[in-house]
């Protein structure tokens, strides 16, 4: 499922937002974060380390998401920005453009916006010859 390039998501959380918890103010973190309750603000996972996010089905997000891998069975009403993996389950409800690289999205998820898939840079640089024109 992921080549030998991709981090793998983190099988462990490291933060926790609880059911009934809400978050007014931006949510930086690193590891694997997750979230049953509601952030009003940008979700960002420091971008020199992998990180998880996952949002479930009684969580909400309201603000822009940065992450590396993302798992999604709530609601997010903003920009989502994957580095690799994102996975729309079958309760999951974004409302804004969702970048990602790789996808997986179940029946019943629904995105309300553009989805736009992330070319893999390449390292590879074609040269092109400069022909002479001969009169």
């Known amino acids: ?54 949002l479930s089905e009684h969580a909400r997000v309201q603000g822009e998401i940065n992450v590396t891998h993302l798992v999604v069975n709530g ?10 993996y994102l996975e729309l389950q079958s309760k999951a409800k974004v409302i804004g453009d969702v970048h990602y690289k790789t996808l997986e999205i179940q029946l019943g998820a629904i995105v309300e916006g553009k989805l736009i898939h992330l070319a893999e840079a390449t390292d590879k640089v074609v040269a092109f010859k400069l022909g002479t024109a001969e009169s």
Not at 75 to 84: K, L, Q, R
């Open 1 to 54: 499922m992921f080549s030998s390039n991709q981090s793998k998501p983190q099988n462990r959380i490291d933060s926790l937002v609880g059911f009934g918890t809400r978050i007014d103010g931006d949510v930086s973190f690193s590891g694997g974060l997750r979230v049953d309750g509601e952030i009003i603000g940008k979700v960002i996972a420091d971008p020199s380390k992998p990180s998880t996010l996952v």
């Open 75 to 84: 609601s997010i009403v903003g920009p989502v920005h994957v580095a690799e």
